[in-house]
Nanobody, 126 residues
Framework: QVQLVESGGGLVQAGGSLRLSCAAS????????MGWFRQAPGNEREFVAA????????YYGNSVESRFTISRDNAKNMVYLQMNSLKPEETAVYYC???????????????????WGQGTQVTVSS
């Protein structure tokens, strides 16, 4: 059973920064794709960023505009999302996700991921 637990969310002013953490528990994550998604009330779940666990190759959604950085610490089984220059429109619940058998065509799609964390709330005030 793979478990993902997010932390680091909170209230931040527009233009501020937050770093989200995802603690991943499991046998091994070799070959996994680890991702971050976000969902605001009334909106669809949106792809934010992803990283290949073994190779460290990263992918980003168009909306982050080079302001976010995803990283991982293999020794600690941790995934991070550094978010800078946050905007009020980015207020949402942020989710950590894991895909056991990644395929390039499903990186952006929530249904392509096998495991999900409970989410952490990020609120960006004007």
């Amino acid at each position: 059973q793979v478990q993902l637990v997010e932390s680091g969310g909170g209230l931040v002013q527009a233009g501020g920064s937050l770093r989200l953490s995802c603690a991943a528990s499991g046998r091994t994550f070799s070959g996994y794709l680890m991702g971050w998604f976000r969902q605001a009330p009334g909106n669809e779940r949106e792809f934010v960023a992803a990283i290949r666990w073994s190779e460290g190759i990263t992918y980003y959604g168009n909306s982050v505009e080079s302001r976010f950085t995803i990283s991982r610490d293999n020794a600690k089984n941790m995934v991070y999302l550094q978010m800078n220059s946050l905007k009020p429109e980015e207020t949402a619940v942020y989710y950590c996700a894991a895909d056991r058998h990644p395929s390039g065509g499903f990186i952006l799609m929530p249904r392509g991921y096998d495991y999900w964390g409970q989410g952490t709330q990020v609120t960006v005030s004007s």
